[in-house]
């Protein structure tokens, strides 16, 4: 019985988590997110700004929304969901 190694191409890899512009990106998503999230509570640490409170809801949904989106969107990026 003769002992046969058959050569193998390596296997390649994408090391798609590895890239650093997903992780700033991710950064910047989670900050956009907790922006909004404290500016969801201005107005109760400030009670001049009582009659804004549904200015200051409206721009930290909109922001909480915005870093979501972009949060998912990276994750799925690096899971590899986004490519074609």
């Known amino acids: 019985?003769?002992?046969t190694i058959v050569e193998r191409q390596p296997r390649k890899t994408e090391n798609n988590a590895n890239?650093?512009?997903y992780y700033v990106s991710l950064t910047?998503?989670?900050v956009?997110?907790?922006i909004g999230v404290f500016i969801r509570f201005v107005p109760d640490l400030l009670p001049a700004l009582d009659q804004w409170i549904f200015a200051f809801s409206l721009i930290a949904n909109v922001l909480m929304i915005v870093?979501?989106?972009?949060a998912f969107?990276?994750?799925?990026?690096?899971?590899?969901f986004g490519k074609k």
């Open 1 to 3: 019985m003769e002992n």
């Open 28 to 30: 910047v998503a989670v």
């Open 73 to 80: 969107k990276i994750v799925f990026a690096i899971l590899g």
């Open 67 to 70: 870093g979501a989106f972009m």
């Open 32 to 34: 956009i997110g907790i």
């Open 19 to 21: 890239q650093t512009h």
